[in-house]
């Protein structure tokens, strides 16, 4: 894996440990309602300490998220790296320094054991002490290592101590335009799925506040939790341009679609608009325009990184546990200073954005979804189990996978040649962009839905079914069996399938197989898949009058095709004026052989396009096995 493989994973460990600090964030807004005059005086310690036991813990949950992220969930590595941390805190309150552990030592022992667990997991030593080698080799050797370390800590502890203090003031010295430049970056880095690396050094190493209990709090985020008026710099710019200013992007390209496109854009638009507002997830809607017009992100993450630069000269210090959404907002809204004023800023960057974007998408005609063939941003409910099949053959199919993870947002994937990607037919079944970062490694953007995605893409993986994945046979609109002005197709009396409008005269084999028969008007073709599935192609509707004349099959009877090997060519001309329709249906003759049927959504496709249907055969009523 090349070194941005390595910092995409890592990027996807750290967000691992976060997933819990809502729940402390929660506990300690609970605990500010006046318990006592309710009868309870007891509850607002219990939920104080829940809340402030998860902050004291973020380093063993740091060493574990990034253990198990960065080797795919070996629970041996996860176990090693909370062994070590046990030992190393031991260790250092041992010692007569102060030292508390933070989330840095976290993620160090975290990359340190599954680094060490690559190296050992396999490891043989002699028989009679072999017990100790492979995967039980790594917690002895992680522990080493932790003890080792808590050592020397413990010998450099005040240089380290007075290090941190420096670094916090170094930061701070750049007042204003250093909040700038890390709300620019940040937005930057979120193209590349890198920016959990830039925001948690600053959230959780940056500056240092001593508790009324003595302990040392370090990072913008704990700081501010744990009552640090000066904590917050560092997040609250961020409310703004996630409650306001990506939402006012969406209702822009929901004004400038088409407006026979309108209703679903607005639909998805504003399900992404109010994702973005309640709970900061703004990939989206970013991935919307990213591709289509990257001047225009470039202009957006100057904005976020000036919006912070204005919330810093204002005071305001807010803080979140999750992301800069109205629920983290509300719930913290009890710690902030002046945290009021969000809401005015917010409102008047995001007219600016709506005005900005608006003009912006009809002045230089960006291809925003719902005007062009755009980004794709669809609905999932409720479809996931079908499409993944066909994503899973989008990505070059499960033997391309080397490996498969998800965090928030976005599939992170290590394929064995990133050549077999179909960019097209992913942002068909939804993805709002494709991110290669070489070395085989992709990042896929599918939203909020990417983990269940995931999820069914693993099960598609492990069953053990017979799978015939179709490819696009022409170029142009994929439409319904049911929309094909014939009743013998529409009533899938020849078989079942789906159609296509072309927009060009080439007819492609959607399949491997073996050409069973040419028609003599050339107006249709029958291939046979190896699995028996018996595949009919029909260049339009009641064609075989016209008796051969716009067509020229350049494949016979006999011979072996593969996917997207030109069969026929035609002349569209010729065959709309003397035909019904150029409606082009692909249908599986001896359909009672197939168990199920996913289907991508019915639009526009390229000739050849990856994952426009699939097929799941019936077993044999014999031996179990799969047609």
Not at 196 to 221: C, I, K, N, R
Not at 576 to 585: I, V, Y
Request: aromatic share 10%.
């Amino acid at each position: 894996m090349n070194i941005m493989g390595h910092l995409q994973q890592l990027g996807r460990s750290l967000m691992l440990p976060t997933i819990v600090l809502p729940g402390a964030a929660v506990f300690l807004a609970l605990s500010a309602l006046p318990w006592a005059s309710m009868g309870l005086p007891s509850m607002h310690t219990h939920l104080q300490t829940a809340g402030e036991t998860l902050f004291a813990y973020l380093p063993y949950l740091f060493a574990f998220g990034v253990a198990m992220g960065m080797t795919s969930n070996a629970l041996t590595a996860g176990l090693a790296a909370i062994a070590g941390m046990f030992i190393y805190t031991s260790i250092i309150n041992a010692s007569h320094y102060e030292l508390e552990p933070t989330v840095f030592t976290g993620v160090l022992i975290g990359i340190v054991t599954s680094v060490l667990n690559e190296k050992f997991k396999s490891l043989k030593l002699p028989e009679y002490i072999q017990f100790f080698g492979g995967p039980r080799f790594v917690p002895l050797i992680v522990s080493a290592f932790s003890t080792l370390w808590a050592i020397i800590m413990v010998e450099i502890a005040p240089s380290i101590h007075s290090a941190l203090m420096e670094l916090g003031d170094i930061v701070n010295s750049g007042g204003g335009f250093g909040v700038f430049l890390f709300g620019f970056v940040l937005r930057i880095l979120v193209v590349f799925g890198l920016h959990h690396l830039v925001s948690h050094v600053f959230w959780f190493q940056v500056g240092a506040y001593e508790t009324p209990g003595g302990h040392m709090v370090f990072g913008d985020l704990p700081r501010f939790f744990a009552g640090d008026p000066t904590a917050g710099s560092f997040m609250a710019g961020l409310y703004p341009t996630m409650m306001f200013a990506l939402p006012a992007i969406a209702f822009a390209i929901i004004h400038e679609a088409r407006e026979d496109l309108k209703p679903k854009i607005r639909r998805t638009f504003l399900t992404a608009a109010l994702s973005s507002f309640l709970t900061g997830v703004t990939e989206p809607i970013e991935f919307a325009f990213l591709f289509v017009a990257p001047y225009l992100f470039v202009v957006h993450a100057l904005l976020s990184g000036f919006m912070m630069w204005l919330t810093y000269e204002l005071g305001i210090r807010t803080g979140f546990s999750f992301s800069a959404g109205a629920i983290d907002y509300l719930i913290n809204e009890h710690l902030a200073t002046r945290g009021w004023l969000i809401i005015p800023i917010g409102i008047f960057f995001g007219l600016i954005y709506y005005v900005m974007f608006r003009w912006a998408i009809r002045r230089f005609r960006i291809p925003t979804p719902g005007r062009e063939e755009g980004s794709q941003l669809d609905e999932w409910a409720g479809d996931i189990p079908y499409r993944a099949p066909l994503i899973l053959q989008a990505i070059g199919g499960k033997e391309n996978i080397v490996q498969m993870e998800a965090c928030i947002t976005r599939l992170r994937l290590k394929v064995g040649s990133d050549r077999l990607i179909d960019n097209n037919a992913l942002k068909h079944l939804g993805a709002a962009g494709v991110i290669r970062l070489g070395g085989g490694n992709v990042q896929i953007v599918f939203g909020t839905y990417s983990e269940l995605i995931r999820e069914e893409m693993d099960k598609a993986i492990r069953r053990d079914i017979s799978r015939v994945l179709f490819n696009s046979p022409v170029q142009g609109r994929m439409m319904p069996l049911s929309e094909v002005p014939d009743p013998i197709f529409a009533g899938k009396l020849v078989g079942d399938g789906v159609a296509f409008m072309p927009e060009k005269g080439e007819l492609v084999s959607p399949v491997p197989g073996k050409v069973i028969h040419v028609y003599p008007s050339m107006h249709a073709i029958g291939i046979r898949t190896p699995e028996g599935l018996d595949v009919l192609l029909h260049i339009g509707i009641d064609t075989s009058q016209l008796k051969g004349h716009g067509f020229k099959a350049v494949v016979k009877e006999g011979d072996q095709v593969k996917p997207g090997q030109l069969l026929i060519t035609f002349d569209m001309q010729k065959i709309r004026k003397g035909s019904k329709s150029l409606a082009t249906p692909m249908v599986i003759t001896n359909s009672d052989r197939v168990s199920s049927w996913s289907f991508a959504p019915f639009k526009s496709v390229k000739r050849g396009q990856a994952s426009v249907m699939s097929v799941v055969l019936k077993e044999r009523s014999g031996g179990g096995e799969t047609a």
